[in-house]
């Protein structure tokens, strides 16, 4: 699971307005599928090559985004600020943090989402992102 961290725009704000953070105010974006470190971390795969054609004919290797592994963390690098952008709006706008956290959970839920390569249908549908319980 990644974490997005440098959330110092929100905390910033959230002193401004004199609000209490929860000690554990988290959200978790990840998959459940059971392959699904390895498909993010292999590194090496045969597969690797980008825009290769399956032996299937069904489309390319990581396609039909072209973007390869690390589907989950590039994305939650990538787009740290539009991810911080939509907490503070939504927060600002009236939403709890967890709602407004939950949010920008769902935007990198979805950006890795695009990322999982099409052969992997059951990684892709096994994505998530829900409140840190703790456990």
Known sequence: MSSITG????NAML?????????K??????????????????????????????????GVYWGPS??????????ARIFAKD????ITTAFGKGLSLMQALLLGGLRLQREAMMRVPVEYGNLRASAFTREDDGE
């Open 7 to 10: 959330l110092k725009e929100v």
């Open 15 to 23: 002193e401004r307005k004199k609000i209490a953070v929860p000690e």
């Open 25 to 58: 105010a988290t959200v978790l974006v990840g998959f459940t599928a059971k392959y699904a470190l390895f498909v993010h971390e292999n590194l090496n795969p045969k597969t690797l090559g980008q825009n290769i054609p399956r032996p299937s004919g069904l």
């Open 66 to 75: 072209m973007f390869g592994p690390k589907f989950l963390e590039a994305p």
């Open 83 to 86: 991810i911080v952008n939509i």
